[in-house]
């Protein structure tokens, strides 16, 4: 039995006893179709060839690409592909259901799930089941990865597994997202939740679906809006060795949550090293010790044992104790040597020390080794690209240091703002970079349509502003 399907049974069986402890389900459900008509006197939308009806007048309106321009229901239009959060209740025939959420999602002509065959940085293409793909500035690059994220072709190998989602545009094939997989990836999933706490790299929830108590947040987490403890947000997710990992984060308005949650959930993963009775010392990489008690009511998937190496979501109970709700034995992490690729200009440079500035304004020092290579004899002012060792420590090893032209272009961008985050704006598709030197016109707020007067990063979607007008 392969521990997909494993997790499969475990799951069928983890469910409904998850589902007693935590009450009834929040009164939310989903929808997803693709529109098939439109009144728009009484504000309702058909999906499914008109066999569903939904009643969209108290609903706010958003894409599932961040990158895309803010919508309404004006601009929604037959053959879009949406999915609606539903108001679960006693409908009767032929009532039109209610929704307060509508999510336009990424429409594509075509998708491939497979290894990248070759990718030829020069012409911004790559080939992928014998078929020649096409990246340009439209092309949006996520990961399920830990690392940095992906941003352009140059992030792309020969080998790597990934989600492409393609349009056919005139005689080519235009790349609209790629996704790079981990090998564990499983299929999405969506739900809504609270936010009971948010810790570095994992937030703990009261969700929508009782079978989510916690998510992993990673550097790739696309995040919408500024979540905080308390907020109501609707997450896109995979399911990964026992635990959900967040592709999106957006935060939404209030919707009822589960008033009797489930005690404080802990997921983490380690090593069972000792097994007395009902107890299980399992020691997680970071070395914080737990012991929990399996009950009867425990779901074990794929035989753990001593050595084993496990996934495990444990309710924290009043005496400081750990009761085991699952636990699934699986393969040890690998842990390669994580590579950062990374560009900017030198600001510092010695034989053992060479710091860059990022066009984000983000400083990296890193140190020089003998077996550093150095190409075009690069200079402090000069930019360069940099491929760099993250060491255990989290400092960076500089391994290849490549002198590239660094003349910046001027742009002049004209657009809505989507987001506002402190020294980095999204205008449009741009990410706009705010410095002491930026001029700014106006008392400029989300939604607010503007001009921006900077200069263009290399290669990049990062505009550095130089002045910002609003229209």
Known sequence: MTRSKALLIAFAIFFPLLSHALSRLPPWATAVGTITSIDAERKLIRIVSDSVVIDVTAAEFHQSDPMGPEISFTDLVPGMLISADILQDDYQVGEPLRSNLILVLMQTNGQFDGLISSVDVASSSFTMLGKVFRVNERTVFASTLGGPPPNSIRDLVAGQHVLLEFNHNGDELEARKITILHASSGPLTQFRALISEMRPDLWILQASDPRVTAIKVTPQTQIVGTPVV???????????????????????????????????????????????????????????????????????????????????????????????????????????????????????????????????????????????????????????????????????????????????????????????????????RWTVLISPRTTISGDIERGDRVRVIGERQADTQYVVAHSIYEE
């Open 230 to 428: 308390g907020s109501h947000i609707s997450v896109l997710a995979t399911f990964e060795n026992g635990i959900y990992v967040a592709l999106s984060i957006a935060v939404v308005p209030p919707f009822v949550v589960n008033p009797n949650p489930h005690p404080l959930i802990d997921v983490f993963e380690g090593t069972v090293t000792k097994i007395e009775g009902d107890r299980w010392t399992i020691v997680p990489p970071d070395e914080l010790i737990r012991v929990v008690r399996v009950v009867a009511e425990t779901i074990l998937t794929g035989s753990p044992t001593i050595g084993s190496y496990v996934n495990v979501a444990a309710a924290r109970k009043q005496n400081i104790e750990y009761e085991a709700l699952w636990i699934v034995a699986r393969q040890p992490p690998d842990r390669p040597i994580q590579i950062l690729n990374t560009q900017g200009v030198v600001t510092e440079l010695t034989s053992t020390t060479l710091v860059i500035t990022e066009a984000g304004l983000t400083q990296r020092r890193m140190t020089v080794t003998p077996e550093t290579t150095f190409q075009g004899e690069p200079r402090v002012g000069d930019t360069v690209a940099v491929e760099a060792q993250v060491l255990p420590d989290g400092t960076l090893r500089a391994l290849h240091v490549v002198k590239v032209a660094s003349a910046p272009a001027e742009l002049t961008v004209v657009g809505t703002v989507l987001r506002l985050n402190g020294d980095r704006w999204i205008v449009g």
